[in-house]
């Protein structure tokens, strides 16, 4: 991994080449269509749609400090930095219950 790798904005870790997903910061079906996009770990992402629902995003999480402070991302975050940049889950993720 070079020092040139992209970091990302929610874990502050880099992201090695080729593992990164873009976020649109408000959700295409809520209007972010073209709107501001942000490069994020595959894991951080499909956390926050694991968390989140699309009219949470819009309305309340539509940036990365925003997302940053919900209690549930706040605590993944903690955990997420302690592992290496490339780290993914073993597990498959899906939604959790609210």
Known sequence: MTEDC??????????????G???H??????GG???????????????????????ELARSYNSVAALRTH?????????VRKRPPGFQSKVPGKRRSR
Request: net charge positive.
């Open 6 to 19: 992209p970091i990302c904005p929610l874990c502050d870790r880099p992201i090695p080449d080729g593992t």
């Open 21 to 23: 997903s873009l976020h």
């Open 25 to 30: 910061l408000i959700p295409k079906l809520k």
């Open 33 to 55: 269509k073209g709107g501001p996009t942000v490069l994020l770990h595959g894991i951080c992402h499909k956390e926050i749609h694991a968390t989140l629902t699309e009219a």
């Open 71 to 79: 209690p549930r991302l706040s605590r993944f975050l903690d955990w």
